[in-house]
């Protein structure tokens, strides 16, 4: 054993500079494997490559054709642009995407907050509350939808209304009236979305140093002063990506507004989405419809822009 030690240890230093260090064949090894990450990688790139690059490409480019399946696409150039921006169902839709959007926004974020503050700690009670209220994000849309639909029933033994009967307040159509229908739909999406803002916000609250809130302490400021001076302004990046994430999730809604209402009554939830699914699938007229979502998609990424280059100021400032 020793023998074999000894011829293994280089005699020269012209030797010692030949022969590769345990650190270096390590290196060399690792770098002729490079392809093995991209290996694992390949599958989840190949479904993205097919069912959402090329559709968004396949998008734009019907969004400037009349598309005739059959017989050939014919290029129009802009007038599937105009055609939707023209029509006046387009653009109460886009409002509508609008209110609902802000509604669900705001709501979310501002009851997340509230359910962060109270449950906050380290307690298996509350272990067990956060996961109790985080259910509804994990639950399928078209389920939760299902499940509102059947508790909005607008008869006065329905879910609500029952409970409204007991409140002594008169039942309501919720989803079935024009005037209610756009609030009741806000009211479920606030329902899905402040828990998944509620865990961001207590992850966000988890990095904010302790020692501020005890100078706070010091100084005389009460529970409300210190959410003010020092939760809100350490949680500011927090909300920041919240607000991003939760506006685009307000601008693509579709599943529980088509499944709920369709657009109804007399199109008070019409959005974007569902108006572009019945222009392109029901009424035929794909290049009008991709063109819509080339907008969408457009609205979506100036808002994501905007919102980055508001926050970058604020930082340099």
Do not use: C
Not at 67 to 72: A, H, S
Not at 131 to 137: H, W
């Amino acid at each position: 054993m020793d023998t074999a030690r000894a011829e293994s240890v280089p005699s020269t230093a012209t030797e010692a500079l030949l022969v590769p260090s345990p650190a270096r064949r390590r290196r060399r090894r690792a770098q002729g494997q490079w392809w093995i990450p991209w290996a694992f990688l390949t599958p989840a790139l190949l479904l993205f490559l097919v069912f959402r690059y090329i559709p968004m490409v396949q998008a734009v480019q019907m969004s400037v054709e009349n598309v005739r399946p059959y017989l050939g696409n014919e290029f129009v150039g802009t007038a599937n642009y105009e055609t939707i921006l023209s029509s006046p169902d387009f653009r109460s839709a886009a409002l509508n995407t609008v209110i609902l959007a802000l509604g669900q926004t705001a709501g979310s974020l501002g009851i997340g907050f509230l359910l962060a503050l109270l449950l906050e700690g380290q307690t298996r009670k509350l272990s067990f509350l956060r996961s109790a209220a985080f259910l509804p994000v994990v639950v399928p849309m078209a389920v939760i939808a299902e499940l509102w639909r059947i508790m909005y029933y607008p008869s006065p033994d329905g879910f609500l209304n029952a409970i409204l009967g007991v409140a002594g307040l008169g039942p309501s159509e919720f989803i079935n009236a024009p005037g209610s229908a756009m609030g009741s739909i806000m009211l479920m999406g606030i329902w899905r979305g402040a828990p998944y803002d509620m865990m961001i916000i207590l992850a966000g609250l988890a990095g904010i140093d302790r020692g501020l809130y005890e100078a706070a302490t010091v100084d005389g400021a009460n529970r409300w002063q210190r959410i003010l001076h020092v939760t809100l302004p350490g949680l500011r990046p927090v909300f920041t990506i919240l607000f991003v994430l939760a506006a685009v999730r307000g601008f693509r809604v579709f599943t529980e507004v088509f499944l709920m209402t369709n657009g109804g009554p007399n199109g008070a939830t019409e959005v974007v989405m569902t108006l572009l699914y019945k222009l392109g699938l029901e009424q035929g007229k794909l290049g009008v419809g991709s063109a819509g979502a080339v907008l969408l998609f457009l609205a979506t990424l100036v808002l994501t822009v905007f919102v980055q280059i508001i926050t970058r100021r604020r930082k340099d400032a």
